[in-house]
T-cell receptor, first 113, second 112 residues
Framework: DGGITQSPKYLFRKEGQNVTLSCEQNLNHDAMYWYRQDPGQGLRLIYYSQIVNDFQKGDIAEGYSVSREKKESFPLTVTSAQKNPTAFYLC????????????FGPGTRLTVL | KQEVTQIPAALSVPEGENLVLNCSFTDSAIYNLQWFRQDPGKGLTSLLLIQSSQREQTSGRLNASLDKSSGRSTLYIAASQPGDSATYLCAALNFGNEKLTFGTGTRLTIIP
């Protein structure tokens, strides 16, 4: 089955720790995205990548970092610099940026203890 | 800067009724508009994508329309069922932009 997987489903972090959220896709898509979702707010773009070894900041990149070493993988690290990291994180992919349909993974819920 | 609005934030409808969900956007220079469904605690499921050159798209009981001149899109759901209960989100992609702008969604409850 083609699709996007995210792991873990739930993640707990102590203050001051960095954590990495996994996103893998087997759709052969070039573009991948990370969004953050908070109650009562629309999805906000953290980072996106148009191609391997390239990525761009979105609207709320501060306190986050990404890498794109393989086409199918786009991990997100939430660093200790992110002041309010508790949220639902969604990964998405599309054939290309700028116009194609986006497909989403099941999400990771991050809670800071 | 594009802004996308979905009103109402919540809607309850008896089973079997037809219903319309609304999506408004401020910048009409959109490349496409996408409708998604989100169940509680889950990711987004793509329902329909309308290109800027299209007026509507249909999939089963769902029909999405696009009117760029008025800055509006609607999602029509025919013969609603309890399984349609979810939050529905619309998102617009503008020309020259690689990112979607999302509305905050309409939480739909179908009453059996």
């Amino acid at each position: 089955d083609g699709g996007i997987t995210q792991s873990p489903k739930y993640l707990f972090r102590k203050e001051g720790q960095n954590v990495t959220l996994s996103c893998e896709q087997n759709l052969n898509h070039d573009a991948m995205y990370w969004y953050r979702q908070d109650p009562g707010q629309g999805l906000r773009l953290i980072y996106y990548s148009q191609i391997v070894n390239d990525f761009q900041k979105g609207d709320i990149a501060e306190g986050y970092s990404v890498s794109r070493e393989k086409k199918e993988s786009f991990p997100l690290t939430v660093t200790s610099a992110q002041k309010n990291p508790t949220a639902f994180y969604l990964c998405a992919s599309s054939s290309w940026t700028g116009g194609d349909e986006q497909f989403f993974g099941p999400g990771t819920r991050l809670t800071v203890l | 800067k594009q802004e996308v609005t979905q009103i109402p934030a919540a809607l309850s409808v008896p089973e079997g009724e037809n219903l319309v969900l609304n999506c408004s956007f401020t910048d009409s220079a959109i490349y496409n508009l996408q409708w998604f469904r989100q169940d509680p605690g889950k990711g987004l499921t793509s329902l329909l994508l309308i290109q800027s050159s299209q007026r509507e798209q249909t999939s089963g009981r769902l029909n999405a329309s696009l009117d760029k001149s008025s800055g509006r899109s609607t999602l029509y759901i025919a013969a609603s069922q309890p399984g349609d209960s979810a939050t529905y989100l619309c998102a617009a992609l503008n020309f020259g932009n690689e990112k979607l702008t999302f509305g905050t969604g309409t939480r739909l409850t179908i009453i059996p």
